[in-house]
Every structure is written in C-alpha cells, then in structure tokens.
C-alpha cells in the first residue's frame, strides 16, 4: 500500500494520502464493533478479517508515516523548523506509545 499512498500524496495531496489509511481505521472499527453488538459469539476469524481490511488500506505504519510526510512538507524552506515539527511527532509517538 506503500507506494500507491506514495504516488497519491505526490500526484494528489498529502491529505487524501493520511485520509485513506484512516478510512480504513474507520471501517475496521466499525466492524469490530459489529461484532461485539451483534454477534454475541466471539470467533477469531471475524477479527482477522477486520485487521485485513484495515491491511489493505495500509494499517498504522502508514498513517505514522503519512504524518510525518506531511509535516516535511509544511516546513520544506526552513530547516530549523522542520526539525522541531520531527521532534514533535516523535515526541508523540514516544507519549502515545507508553
């Protein structure tokens, strides 16, 4: 999914880039939700089928990736900025992740 996020950002924009891997996200949460409302036995096929779709759409390395593309590409004239946007979102990710 890589190099088709790659190719939209570049042709398109960046934004409809990060947007898709979050439909995604969308759409799997939906569906796991789906299934604790309405299914009320659990079966592991139905979760590999959400974290499929959510695959296909690029998953989180994408949407983590997306970001930080999009944030090289607000500072592209002014180093010093663009390094304190970097540090911001690894700064993010290092608070989200613990």
């Known amino acids: 999914m890589a190099p088709i996020l790659g190719a939209i950002s570049d042709r398109k924009s960046r934004k409809l880039a990060i947007l898709i891997?979050?439909?995604?996200?969308l759409i799997e949460d939906c569906t796991l939700l789906a299934q604790t409302l309405v299914t009320?036995?659990?079966n592991v096929y139905y979760l590999v089928l959400s974290e499929l779709i959510f695959g296909c759409f690029g998953g989180y390395l994408s949407?983590?990736?997306m970001c930080f593309a999009f944030g090289a590409h607000l500072c592209v004239d002014d180093a010093?900025?663009?390094s304190r946007t970097m540090a911001l979102?690894?700064?993010c990710i290092g608070i989200g992740g613990k």
């Open 21 to 25: 891997p979050f439909v995604g996200l």
């Open 40 to 42: 009320h036995q659990s």
């Open 63 to 65: 949407i983590i990736s």
């Open 80 to 82: 010093e900025r663009k």
């Open 89 to 91: 979102l690894e700064g």
